[in-house]
C-alpha cells in the first residue's frame, strides 16, 4: 500500500520534516508518518492501514510534491479479512451524522466545475470524491492523452525538420520515462490548481466511496465513515473502461487505455483493437513515436461517429503516415506465443488472419459509471437499457432533489458537456430558466491531422430529408497551412436551405481543435454564410478556411479553383 502527500495548493512544493519511522517498524491507523511544512501550515501523514513499513521514498528536509509517494506498507492482509468476517459490513467505524445544503459525488469536469458554480452563487457544497480530484479527464483521459500527443507530435517535427532547414542529426532518441513524467507533472500542477480553487471558494472536499442508503441520505465510506443528508444532490461519478468478452483479454502484454498512459517502456509494435476516438488518438502517438501500429475495428470504418468522408480522410492520412488499418475485422482471441510475444486473431470476409506484436492495446470505449452507488435506494431512474442516468434539460433526475450530469448519464461522453451540465444543474436548482441543448456541441478527436465537428453531420442531415447545401474547401490552398508543412485535410460546411442559417460543420486538418470554437459560435448563434462571409478573417490564418467555405455556398471559394 501506498501513501502519499495530499493536495498542496497552487502548485505549490512542502518540506518534509523528521521522520517519525523506521524501515520494518510496525504502525496502526493514524500513526503520525511526518508532518510536511506547506505554506499553509503543517500537514500531519499518517498511515491509512496497519501493516509494516516497507519503504520510505524521501529524506527528512527534502522537497515533497503533491500526490508524492512517500512510504509504502505491507499490509496485515490475514488480519484484515479475519476482521473483516468478524464484523458485519459498514460496522467498522461509526458514521457521523452531517447535513449538508448541496451534495455533489464525483470530483470529474462535471462536479468540481458545478461545485465552483455553485459556490458562486451562494450554495455551501460538499464535494465527495474517491481517488484524484479531475476525474477520468485530468488523471488518464484528456489531459494525459494530450501530452502524450504534444510529445508524439515533437518527435514528428524532429524527424522532418530538415524540410525547414533545421538539421538535427540521426541520433534521435525518445525516452518515454520522461514523457510519462512530463505528463504527470502536468496533471499534478492542474490538479493542484483545482485543490486550490476548491480552497479558495470553501467548498469542503471528504474522500470516499459514496453510496445511498435512502433518496435523502448518503453514506460516505473513506478515512472517515459520514452519513450524509443534503437538501440537493448531484451525481457525478463519470464513466468506466468497458469490459470486453474476448479470450486471452487478461495475458499481461494487454493495456486498456489507463495502462498505456502509465506505460514507461516504448513497445517496439502495438495492435490496437478497436478504432475510435481512443485508439486513433493513441495509434498516431504511437507511430509519430515509432512504433509498429495495427489498429484492428469491426465496424466498415474508424471514427464512426463523423462523416464518412472525414472518416477515409483520417484512414488516409494514418497509412500514409505507416498506421496498418483492418476495418471489418472483429478479434476472436488473444494467445502468447512462445517468444512471449503477443498473437491476435482476428476474422474478416477473407477469413482468418494473425496479428503479432509486442502490446496490446484495448480501446473500445467506455460507459457510465454507477459501481457502488446503490441508486436503486434512492428510486433513481436509469435508461432503458440501464446503462445511465435519466435526466431532463435541466439535468433533473425522475427524484425531484437528485440531479446528475456528465458521463454517468450517457448522453455525451465529453468533459466540457459535463461541465456545462453542472452549471446547468445548478441553475435549475435555484430556480433559474434555461436547460441543456445540444445542437451546437463541439467534437474534438487529436489525431493528425486533428479533427472537429459541430452541429449536423452531413449523414444525418440526409436521414433527415433535410433540403441542404455543402460547401467544402480545402487546406491545400490556405497559406499558414502550407508554411506548417499541413495542407491535408478540408473544412465543410453544411447549409440549411430553407432558413440560410449554418447547421453544421466539421474540420479535419492543422488547427482543427482552435477553428472549431468560431463553427461552434456561428451554429449556436443562427448564423448565415452571408454574416460569416461579411466577417473579416486575419491573414495568415488557418481561419481563413471558414471564411472561403461561406463564399463556397454562392460564387465559390475565392482561393481555390
Known sequence: MEIKMSMIAGGKKGKAGTINVQLGEKVSIGDLLVEVETGKGNREITATA???????????????????????????????????????????????????????????????????????????????????????????????????VKSSEVCHYVKQSSLFGIHTGTDLQVDMKQIIRRKDEIKEKLISGIDYLMEKNNIEVIR??????????????????????????????????????????????VMNSTDALACTELPKSITIIGG???????AFIYRYLGVEVHVVEFMSRLLTMVDSDISEEIKHSAEQAGIHIHTNSKVVKVQRADEGQAIVTYEDSQGEHLLVSEKVLVAIGREPNLDGLEVERAGIQLNERGRGITVNEHMRTNVDHIYAIGDVTNIMQLAHVASHQGTTAIDGILGESGGMHYTAIPNVIFTSPEIASVGLLEDECKQQGMDYSVSKVSFASNGKALTMNEPEGFIKLIKDNRSQRIVGGAIIGPDASSLISSLTLAIANGLTEKQIMHTVFAHPTTGEVIHEAAFGFSIGALHQA
Open 276 to 282: 475510435g476516438v481512443i485508439g486513433m488518438e493513441l
Open 50 to 148: 496497519e501493516g509494516t513499513i516497507s519503504h520510505i521514498l524521501f529524506e527528512e528536509g527534502g522537497e515533497i510534491s503533491s500526490n508524492q509517494v512517500l512510504f509504502t506498507l505491507e499490509t496485515a492482509e490475514e488480519d484484515t479479512a479475519a476482521l473483516s468476517e468478524a464484523q458485519p459490513a459498514g460496522m467498522d467505524q461509526p458514521a457521523m451524522a452531517k447535513k449538508v445544503e448541496l451534495l455533489i459525488i464525483g470530483a470529474g469536469p462535471g462536479g468540481y466545475v458545478a461545485a465552483i458554480y455553485a459556490a458562486k452563487k451562494g450554495i455551501k457544497v460538499t464535494l465527495v470524491e474517491k481517488e484524484e480530484l479531475g476525474g477520468t479527464c485530468l488523471n488518464v483521459g484528456c489531459i494525459p492523452t494530450k501530452s502524450l
Open 208 to 253: 470516499g466511496q459514496a453510496s445511498f442508503l435512502s433518496a435523502h441520505e448518503v453514506s460516505v465510506k473513506g478515512q472517515n465513515h459520514y452519513h450524509i443528508s443534503a437538501n440537493d444532490i448531484i451525481v457525478a461519478t463519470g464513466s468506466k473502461i468497458s469490459k470486453v468478452n474476448i479470450p486471452g483479454i487478461d495475458l499481461p502484454f
